[in-house]
């Protein structure tokens, strides 16, 4: 018989979803690729007292499996002195999905953006019955956050949120976080979103589910600043921390290029990953609270 690990967390970082919103600061969901970035994510949250979420992504599944995700990811939530979410991001695999439960991941997101929002709702509702009897949060989408990077694929069809559907698609379907899609953009690597605040209290007046916004890196900061008391609870941010570590490999690099020692040249790049993640955490009124 399968022995479910404990998902520690699970409960706090959902009651803290619901604080966030109340209390007027947002949590940081950071994209990681390997145990090094995500562990110095993890040691910004402990310096500046904050509950962080780790995300693994499609991209960073095809590196290592599922499995050994959520015992890594777990691993540094049982020697992190601040609460850590491990998050399985992006996936329209209900096979995947269930895996990831059972793995003992915190939260998982189910990303029906793409089908007809019929079959949103009830493959949702699908992924929330599994996961919520397994002690899983699970965030969805409803409207589709686009690419800038086309990474989507040629088919993807990106659309704001519509407030009457957000709606709806709460209420039929449990969900925990809700991702909307209000001018927030994916892979941006320059802050050129244009937030529709208008239609971000629109959603806010059709449901009380703790919004994220996916696509962070390109929300301008005064922005950011404005979405603290709203809605949202969480933001995604991946690009900030790949433009941090790989712009500062390059300089690595361009100062010696024969390096080859892996500890050496990675030493300043997990820095910078470092420094960003804390600077966003810190931005988003998450600072001190965990004391
Ligand atoms: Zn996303």
């Keep these: 018989m399968l022995t479910l690990p404990k998902n520690k967390f699970q409960p ?4 803290l979803m619901t604080k966030a919103v109340q209390q007027n ?24 007292g904050a509950p962080v979420m780790l995300m693994v992504n499609k991209l960073a599944v095809d590196l290592f499996p599922i499995d050994m995700w959520a015992d890594a990811l777990n691993m540094l939530t049982r020697h992190a002195s601040v609460p850590v979410c491990g998050h399985l ?7 995947v999905l269930e895996r990831a439960c059972k793995a003992g991941f915190d939260s998982v997101m189910f990303d029906g953006s793409q089908l007809p929002l019929e079959e949103n ?11 919520h009897g397994l002690g899983v949060a699970v965030e969805a989408e409803i409207g589709a956050v686009g690419y800038s990077d086309g990474a989507g694929g040629a088919a993807y069809h990106a659309a704001k949120t519509d407030p009457a559907e957000a709606g709806r698609f709460a209420r039929e379907t449990g969900v925990d976080w809700l991702a909307v899609s209000i001018g927030n953009v994916h892979r941006m690597e320059t802050q050129d979103a ?11 007046r059709e449901t009380e589910v703790p919004l994220v916004l996916h696509g962070s890196t390109g929300i301008k900061d005064g922005d950011m600043q404005k979405l603290l008391p709203t809605h949202v609870a969480k933001v995604n941010i991946g690009t900030a921390l790949r ?33 960003e993640a804390e600077k966003k955490m810190t931005m988003l009124g998450c600072a001190g609270i965990i004391k």
């Design 121 to 131: 709702i009830r493959q949702t509702r699908q992924v929330v019955e599994l996961a």
């Design 89 to 95: 991001d992006h996936t329209t695999d209900l096979t």
């Design 25 to 48: 600061h947002i949590f940081a969901g950071f994209n990681v690729f390997s145990l090094d970035d995500a562990y110095e994510i993890v040691k910004a949250a402990e310096k500046i």
């Design 194 to 204: 244009v937030i529709n605040f208008d239609l971000l209290h629109e959603i806010e």
């Design 243 to 275: 433009m941090a570590f790989g712009n500062t490999l390059r300089q690595e690099f361009e100062k010696d290029a024969a390096a080859f020692d892996r500890s050496k040249l990675f030493r300043l790049p997990l820095q910078r990953i470092r420094e």
């Design 12 to 15: 706090f970082f959902t009651d």
